[in-house]
C-alpha cells in the first residue's frame, strides 16, 4: 500500500484484500526472531504533520477496514506477525511462530512488550484481540479470516490456533491486515466505544491517540516504551484533506510534511516545490468492475462481455493515470505470486486467462445476442477520494453510449460508497482494492469463491460457480506451494470465461515527503506497519 488513496478494502469479507503465501504457509517450521530497528532520525524533531485524503469514521480498522483507517491504526496497534517491504511475513508481537501441523499454528509471544498505558501484554491479551474476529456472531469486518479457526488458546507466553480444515494462506491472517492486537481490560471496559472519540484504541505501537476528531484531525503522541525503540517525532497529527489541490497548497505553504494520495495529474507540481520529493511504486492494488451475476440484466454473461469489450483500459492508463498504472489483465498482479508460482510460470499462466479487448464492434454484438438487445440503464457509482476512478468511469460511460447502454456515472462520499458495496445492490461497481500480503489469494479467493458471496460478503459480484469455488477450496488445503499455484490459476482462467469482474488496472500510488523527510526503502507495502518508525531525516 504505497501512496495509499482512500479507499476501502471493502472487507465485511474481505481477505485483507487488504490482502497469503510464503512464511510459515509455504516453509512450515520457526521463523527467525528480529525487530524493528530505531530510526535514525529517533528523537530529533516534535511534530510530523500528514495529509490524508479523507476523514476516518473510526479509529478501529475492524470496524471500517478503509485504507485510511489502517494508516492510522497501525501506528498504535500490531499484529502477530508484520509484513516485510518484500511482501514476506516477519516477526511482530510474536518473535516466533511454527506450523505445528497442517491445521496448528503456535506463536511465541515476545517477552517485555507493554500497551500504552503500561500494563504487560500478555498471550491471554493476544486470545481476546483473536476473539473479537473468530467468536461465533461477530460482527467484526474481519470475521471471515477467522471463520475457519476452530480452537485459541494461551499457554504461558504462546498462543496456539487451530483450525477446522487446513489452510495454507491462513498464516497471513494474524497479519496487519486483519489483526490488531489490544487488551483484554481494553476490550471488556470500552466495548462498543472502541474506536470513537470517547474510546478511542489501545495498543502495543510506537504511538498512542491522544485526540480523535472524525471531521478533522487525529493527533498521536509517542510511546517512549515501545519495544521497537525511540521513533523520531514526538507527535504525529493527521488531518484530513480530501480536496487534491488544498494538499498542494498545503506543502507548497510548508504546513504540511506528508501528503498520501499525490494525483498522478499534479505530481509534476508537487515535484516542483522546492525540497519536496515524491515517491512513487505499485502499491499492488486492483481497480475492477465488478457486475452482480445475480441481478438482471448484470446475470446474462453477453451484458457482462459487451462492456468488458467497451473499456478502453490501454486509453485510461495513458489518459487517466498519466502511465502511472499498469493494464490489469487479471485479479492478482504477476508481482504478487512470489513464493508460489515463479516468473516463468505466471507468464505461461497469464496467456492462459481470457481477454475482452476494447473493441466496440465486439460490444455491439454481444449485446446484441444478450437479454436487452436494445440496451438498457444503470448507475455507476464512485468515491470522492478516488477521482481517477471517476474519471475512468466516464470515459467507459461514453463509449457504451454507442452500444446503447446508458451508465449514469455518480461521485458520492466514501463512506456511503464503503456501505454499498457492501450491501450488493447495485447491479455495477468500480472495486477498488489494496493488498497487504504477498499471496495471490488475497484478491481471488475473496473476489471468486461464493463462500464470501451474500451480504457483507467482499464476492461483490456473486458469483458462484461450483468448479471454481472446488478449485479454491482445493488451494486452500493445499500444503505445496506449485499445486496451489496450479490451483488458483486455473480458478482465474475459468472465472474469465463468465466474465464476473473485468479488471482495469494494478495502481501505482503517490506519496510526498517534505524538506528533509525521507522515506528509507519505499515500497508497495510501506504502509502496512508503523510507517513513521521508518522515516529519515534529508540533508
Not at 496497534?77 to 501441523?101: F, H, I
Not at 515517491?279 to 441481478?295: G, I, M, Q
Not at 446475470?299 to 502511465?323: P, Q, T
Request: charged share 20%; proline share 6%; with cysteine.
Amino acid at each position: 500500500m504505497t501512496g495509499l488513496p482512500d479507499v476501502a478494502l471493502t472487507r465485511r469479507s474481505l481477505l485483507r484484500s487488504l490482502a497469503i503465501v510464503g512464511g510459515l504457509a509455504a516453509v512450515p517450521g520457526l521463523a527467525a526472531c528480529g525487530s524493528t530497528p530505531p530510526s535514525p532520525a529517533a528523537g530529533k524533531t516534535d511534530l510530523l504533520r500528514v495529509a490524508l485524503p479523507s476523514s476516518i469514521g473510526s479509529l478501529d480498522a475492524s470496524k471500517e477496514a478503509g485504507i485510511m483507517n489502517y494508516v492510522v491504526a497501525l501506528l498504535c496497534q500490531e499484529a502477530l506477525v508484520g509484513v516485510g517491504q518484500d511482501g514476506g511475513l516477519q516477526p511482530a508481537l510474536a518473535e516466533s511462530w511454527e506450523r505445528k501441523d497442517p491445521k496448528t499454528y503456535l506463536y511465541r509471544i515476545r517477552s517485555g512488550v507493554t500497551f500504552t498505558d503500561g500494563t504487560p501484554l500478555t498471550a491471554d491479551d493476544v486470545v481476546a484481540s483473536l476473539d473479537l474476529h473468530a467468536r461465533k456472531g461477530s460482527t467484526s469486518a474481519y470475521a471471515y479470516a477467522y471463520a475457519n479457526v476452530d480452537e485459541i488458546k494461551a499457554d504461558g507466553s504462546t498462543v496456539t490456533i487451530t483450525l477446522k480444515e487446513p489452510d495454507a494462506s491462513f498464516a497471513w491472517t494474524p497479519s496487519p491486515g486483519t489483526l490488531q492486537i489490544t487488551s483484554r481490560k481494553f476490550v471488556e471496559t470500552t466495548g462498543e466505544n472502541i474506536g470513537t472519540p470517547a474510546g478511542k484504541i489501545l495498543g502495543t505501537g510506537p504511538y498512542k491517540v491522544t485526540e480523535f476528531a472524525p471531521d478533522s484531525h487525529v493527533t498521536l503522541e509517542r510511546n517512549d516504551a515501545w519495544w521497537g525503540g525511540k521513533v523520531p517525532y514526538r507527535q504525529i497529527r493527521l488531518d484530513f484533506v480530501p480536496e487534491e489541490s488544498t494538499r498542494l497548497l498545503a506543502m507548497r505553504g510548508g504546513s504540511v510534511d506528508v501528503a498520501l494520495n499525490v494525483p498522478a495529474e499534479q505530481i509534476d507540481q508537487w515535484k516542483a516545490i522546492s525540497g519536496v520529493e515524491v515517491r512513487t511504486a505499485s502499491d499492488r492494488s486492483l481497480v475492477t468492475l465488478a457486475f452482480n451475476t445475480a441481478k438482471k440484466p448484470w446475470n446474462d454473461v453477453h451484458v457482462r462481455k459487451a462492456v468488458a469489450h467497451a473499456v478502453d483500459r490501454e486509453g485510461i492508463v495513458r489518459s487517466v493515470l498519466r502511465g502511472h498504472g499498469q493494464v490489469a489483465t487479471t485479479v492478482p498482479d504477476p508481482a504478487q505470486w512470489g513464493g508460489v508460482l515463479d516468473e516463468a510460470q505466471v507468464k505461461d499462466l497469464y496467456a492462459r486467462i481470457p481477454q475482452y479487448g476494447f473493441d466496440l464492434a465486439k460490444a455491439k454484438e454481444e449485446l446484441a445476442l444478450s437479454s436487452v438487445p436494445g440496451g438498457f440503464s444503470d448507475v455507476l457509482t464512485y468515491p470522492s477520494s478516488g477521482p481517477q476512478l471517476g474519471r475512468a468511469a466516464l470515459t467507459l460511460a461514453e463509449n457504451l453510449k454507442t452500444i446503447g447502454i446508458t451508465l449514469e456515472v455518480k461521485e458520492i462520499p466514501l463512506e456511503q460508497w464503503i456501505s454499498e458495496l457492501g450491501k450488493h445492490d447495485s447491479g455495477v461497481y468500480l472495486g477498488w482494492y489494496f493488498a497487504t500480503t504477498g499471496d495471490p489469494s488475497e484478491y481471488v479467493q475473496q473476489l471468486l469463491n461464493d463462500a464470501y458471496a451474500g451480504e457483507n460478503g467482499s464476492n461483490i459480484a456473486e458469483y458462484a460457480n461450483a468448479e471454481v469455488t472446488g478449485l479454491l477450496d482445493d488451494a486452500k488445503k493445499s500444503t505445496d506451494d506449485a499445486a496451489r499455484g496450479k490451483l488458483l490459476g486455473d480458478a482465474l482462467v475459468r472465472a474469465a470465461a463468465d466474465v464476473p469482474y473485468q479488471p482495469l488496472w494494478w495502481g501505482e500510488a503517490a506519496t510526498a515527503f517534505g524538506p528533509k523527510i525521507g522515506a528509507g526503502e519505499f515500497g508497495p507495502y510501506f504502509f502496512v506497519g508503523p510507517w513513521a518508525a521508518k522515516l529519515t531525516t534529508r540533508p
